[in-house]
Antibody, heavy 121, light 110 residues
Framework: QVQLQESGPGLVKPSETLSLTCTVS??????????WSWIRQPPGKGLEWIGY???????KYNSAFKSRVAISVDTSENQFSLRLSSVTAADTAMYYC?????????????WGQGTLVTVSS | QSVLTQPPSVSAAPGQKVTISCSGG????????VSWYQQLPGTAPKLLIY???KRSSEIPDRFSGSKAGTTATLGITGLQTGDDADYYC???????????FGGGTKLTVL
């Protein structure tokens, strides 16, 4: 079955850049039926969509992150990555990667198990 | 504060039925499909319903989804203690040009 696994540092200093990678197994990031997305969840709060990348390299980001966010894809490693710059304590959250339908409707399945990133000096 | 409004909590006894509403507007629910997710404590969200009313694979028919106008509803029948979880609705918002989620509803099976 399709599985996604996040990896990256669990602690990032304020003003630095958060970098996470999602490794996909059981599917290919070049599958044209899906986007590859990042979603986060601050402790005790709800879900916030960050953005997605398509296998062509095209991206779509939540404007709430303005110019701080970048998502890239590595087809040779079957991975996609998130970079979020100039982080603050407000960026402390569980970060999930997920496969998103590219069929005209919006749904996410499956999700990775998530990785907790804490922003602190 | 979420663009999609869900009740913060609902509760019911085992075996009973519960519904969870997700209220939005014409730029989101009124013009796009809704999906629903279950998040058990300490785990990642899991897709339950997509395209308003289609069950994801291996999701029992105790779970159902519907949509009318700008409100979507998740229904759960035959409640079990294992259904204790947070439930989220999600959809695309054309004004924000972003995927949005409801604030989540905590279901307690008493």
């Amino acid at each position: 079955q399709v599985q996604l696994q996040e990896s990256g540092p669990g602690l990032v200093k304020p003003s630095e850049t958060l970098s996470l990678t999602c490794t996909v197994s059981g599917d290919s990031v070049t599958n044209d039926e899906y986007y590859w997305s990042w979603i986060r969840q601050p402790p005790g709060k709800g879900l916030e969509w960050i953005g997605y990348i398509y296998y062509t390299g095209s991206t779509k980001y939540n404007s709430a992150f303005k110019s701080r966010v970048a998502i890239s894809v590595d087809t040779s490693e079957n991975q996609f990555s998130l970079r979020l710059s100039s982080v603050t304590a407000a960026d402390t959250a569980m970060y999930y990667c997920a496969r998103e339908a590219a069929s005209g409707s919006t749904w996410f399945d499956p999700w990775g198990q998530g990785t907790l990133v804490t922003v602190s000096s | 504060q979420s663009v999609l409004t869900q009740p913060p909590s609902v509760s019911a006894a085992p075996g009973q039925k519960v519904t969870i509403s997700c209220s939005g507007g014409t730029s989101n629910i009124g013009n796009d499909y809704v999906s629903w997710y279950q998040q058990l404590p300490g785990t990642a969200p899991k897709l339950l319903i997509y395209d308003n009313n289609k069950r994801s694979s291996e999701i029992p028919d105790r779970f159902s989804g519907s949509k009318a106008g700008t409100t979507a509803t998740l229904g759960i029948t035959g409640l079990q203690t294992g259904d204790d979880a947070d439930y989220y609705c999600g959809t695309w918002d054309s004004s924000l040009s972003a995927v949005i989620f409801g604030g989540g509803t905590k279901l307690t099976v008493l």
